[in-house]
């Protein structure tokens, strides 16, 4: 079966598309220039102002040569089904619900993962991959949310193996690009959760002052308030945009966000937090997941689900400060500021969320046939 194209299309498909991403663009840069002001004012790569590109939407807009050699080993979005060979990634955003997905797939379908959980218990120095199981859960015995641990992964075979039933990592470039090995003929298939980026950032915050477990807990934080961590360096910016067009510290630019739309665009079925229930529905649906044959009883599986989202997800900050900040407030001016670009691209993934929606309309397209999905077999070892 061969879902339907793509909602938004190719930045060259027409001028009726280019003037409603101009248009929409130009919407949020007046809001966040209210808070740069003219003389900090983002601007295009090739160094025109942007206050330019709001007076001069049709005449002036540029089609964008795009270049997406770095997520060509990715199958696009709309041309997939659960039944081909694709390995599903999830691009793990921190606080934006993907530990909950992670949970959801190990604890209650018993699906098996890669993520960081597989080294733990002595695995990381194993030199050949295997299934591992850590508090009744099953994973492949490699690290995929670091560097030195994707490149491991991939001299290890990862991804030529099929042992993993999803990869999990915040490292998207380096996944599609190093991971996924052309030769292998296994696609990556690429879905996401989002969250509201004034809203995550918060929740960092407030997360990593009681985080002592976590690697990048920082004691700085544990006395500082929000309007203090807002003004700091230790703040994230725009990280989304950033890590799509692997620009971690350069200024951005409209064209970086215009590249970061089309990306997700094409590669990403995206979820949203705010949504979480109906995005993991989709998410069975286009896949195919579920309680794995033989490992997990249908009706256990559902209410494991209903349990976990029931409690508010996993990793939640129990000790967290209710997010309720004031739109006024020199904190969430200050954390807008720096995460411009983010809010941009999040308006745009609020969009592709509704489009995408049209491809779950008919339920009988989705049904799952346990012959032919890989998801539900119980041998993990895909052939």
Not at 132 to 141: E, I, S
Not at 331 to 337: E, S, V
Request: charged content about 30%; aromatic content about 10%; glycine content about 6%.
């Amino acid at each position: 079966m061969t879902l339907p194209t793509s909602p938004f299309r190719s930045h060259r498909s027409g001028r009726r598309k280019q003037r409603m991403g101009v248009a929409g663009a130009a919407v949020s840069l007046l809001v966040v220039g209210a808070l740069l002001g003219p003389a900090r004012f983002p601007s295009f790569s090739d160094g025109r102002p942007a206050i330019r590109y709001l007076r001069t939407l049709d005449e002036d807009y540029r089609d964008l040569e795009i270049d997406f050699h770095a997520m060509h080993n990715f199958a696009d979005v709309s041309s997939e089904h659960h039944s081909d060979r694709g390995v599903p990634f999830f691009w793990h955003i921190l606080k934006s619900g993907g530990t909950t997905v992670k949970e959801l797939y190990t604890t209650c379908y018993r699906m098996i993962e890669a993520n960081e959980i597989g080294v733990t218990e002595g695995h990381e120095n194993d030199e050949d991959l295997a299934i591992v199981d850590f508090r009744g859960a099953r994973y492949v015995n490699v690290d995929t949310t670091t560097l030195a641990g994707i490149q491991k992964a991939k001299d290890m075979g990862l991804v030529k193996s099929r042992m993993a039933d999803i990869i999990f990592s915040p490292y998207v470039i380096e996944v599609a690009t190093d991971l996924f090995v052309k030769d292998y003929d296994v696609p990556g298939k690429m879905f996401s959760v989002f969250r509201d980026p004034v809203e995550r950032v918060t929740s960092m915050f407030y997360y990593l002052q009681k985080a002592t477990w976590e690697p990048t807990y920082n004691p700085d934080l544990a006395n500082m308030t929000l309007e203090e961590y807002a003004s700091s360096p230790l703040i994230e910016s725009n990280w989304m945009v950033r890590t799509l067009v692997r620009k971690p510290e350069a200024p951005l630019t409209l064209d970086d966000i215009e590249v970061a739309k089309e990306t997700l665009n094409r590669k990403c079925l995206v979820g949203l937090l705010d949504h979480l229930e109906e995005s993991l529905d989709r998410f069975d649906k286009y896949f195919g997941f579920g309680p794995v044959e033989g490992k997990a009883d249908p009706g256990e599986a559902t209410q494991c689900r209903m349990d976990l989202l029931g409690k508010g997800g996993a990793n939640r900050n129990k000790a967290a400060k209710p997010i309720a900040l004031d739109p006024n407030s020199e904190a969430m001016k200050t954390m807008k500021i720096k995460n411009w670009a983010d809010i941009i691209l999040y308006e745009y993934i609020q969009r592709l969320w509704k489009a995408q929606a049209e491809w779950f309309e008919d339920e009988d397209a989705w049904a799952l046939d346990k012959e032919t999905n890989p998801y539900l077999k119980s041998e993990s070892v895909r052939e």
